[in-house]
């Protein structure tokens, strides 16, 4: 197997809406996020392989945010809840807030080279060290205190596993969307999201789709601004079934 | 006593301080010199206020409740000569995003570092403790968290006093959502959780 | 250069003489800031003549050729009065756990230490010193190091003779979880599985 080299510019979904916008040459608002909706759609999909299961539910988040701004720009007459509407400011306010402080850190790590800095004196320099035990120390006390810092030691928890759980989850969606469309041609977004649970639910399946329409095993269609999106197996898909 | 009454309590404050090397706290520095903590803050600022002068060769550097005295930043070039110079090592992109985000908000959780960029930080953050660039305390309102501050080591570093001393403090110390929800509500509603008042507030109207 | 020389050489022989526990000759201070042992006698008198001020809390001890900073003497009760009180405080959690991994893992190096625990232990490992509680040598194999050892009258204390005595020491001090914290310490920010799962992870929960 060849060496797989990661290569990443950005670490986390900010940073790299931050390049993408910046790359533009744009500054961070409504109009601009909307724009490089898509291409970062793309960078998560292409580099997913590459992010951390810890990160990544903050990439599909923000993927979401993207996806509403993005349809609230192409289509004006859209109605969002007031909770929609907050979510798409509050990503502006803090893409705002990320890049004042990448800015910041660079400023710190300018300071940190320059030679201005002070020095400590250390505790009682030159006083004389003498023998003064706590009160009550005992082998059993170490023993407590050894064992406290053993217990500080990483465990697997919860969180990551719930991580894991949504990863797998939008990786089940796309082959039970891939099976139900073998099945039968033609779904529509509605149809599919029925059961959603949650909103995350909803955002997994939409993602989905897109990874689907990636992949091109799927072709995505809307009748009317209102109407339901169809999902169909594409063409190259029906070859390829006709072939085998 | 005459004597005694001369000497000021900036004067007791600069010894101890000198003694004891490491940060003190005024709390601590109140009970050793039984004086109130407002008349310890007030030598603090005289003292400091000392430092400034040119021929002073000190400097105090103060960190939340806590203070230290450490040598006049523009004079590291002569004292590093002297000392046996622990270099540092760069620190990564990730590791001083961190960093910015603990010195201007500290004491700041986790959780609030993880929003601010986006990312998991436990790693940079295990990095900067380790390093003394930052200290970690169990949050007072949840003992399961952890809070995060700057250090003492992290001001000595910088060459500066106080987190006031760090390059656009005034904007980066305060949460953009509070300062817009500070400005659309009056003193009346100030204690209103904060989903009753939306930081779009005014676009609605 | 102007900025350079408003910081006036009295400055600079008082940053040197704070970090300095010990008397310094005027020979050393001339040749650290390159200037005459004349031009240095005329800084020590000025300091000299700063702390006579009642305001000061530090004096200037003259010995022959050799200069020293200490605490103004009119201060010594209260400089006495914090030295037994910071010796008769029982140690901070932080301190606790020190001593128990210098105990557990003795000799160590404070870099062992930082990452058994994930934290900067310089402080904590001061105060044990300054108690008697540990001892410090150089390590036999890297002389830019030191390491940590518990100290003979800890052991006296304890009633053992050695650290093989302590409690469950066999396991505790070769637990795993020890390991593979000493190998996360020296890797870079650049590459260190992102899965990692940092030491706070679980306050999250």
New interface residues.
Partial sequence: MPYHVRIRQF?????LLLTLIEGRKLDITQVSLAEVADQYLERLASERESI????LS?FLV?AARLILIKSKMLLPVLQFT?EE??SM??LE??L???K???D??????K??L??????????????P???????G??????????????G?????????EEVIEEVVSLEERILTLQASLRKRAEYGFRELIANAEDRMDVIVSFLAVLELVKQRFVVVSQGNAFGDIRIATSAVESDRKKES | MKTESAISIQSKIESLLFLHGEPISVARLSKALSASEAEIEVGLEDLAQRYVLPESGLTLIRNGKNAELATRAENAPDVEAMLVSDREETLGKATMETLSVVAYRGPVSRASIDAIRGVNSSFALRSLLLRGLIDRRPNPFDAREFEYTPSFRLFELLGIGSNGELPEYATLSRDPRLAAREEHSDATDADVPEEDVPEDARTEE
């Fill in positions: 670490e986390g979904p900010l940073e951390s299961l810890s990160n903050e923000i007031d509407e907050e400011e509050d306010i803090r705002i807030e990320y004042r402080f990448k910041a850190a660079e400023a710190i790590g300071m940190l320059n030679r201005k800095r002070s020095f400590p004196r250390e505790k009682f320099l030159g006083a060290e003498t023998f003064s035990p706590p009160k120390l005992s082998t059993d006390v170490l023993r407590r205190h050894f064992l406290s810092v053993l500080d030691m990483p465990v697997k928890e919860a969180l990551i």
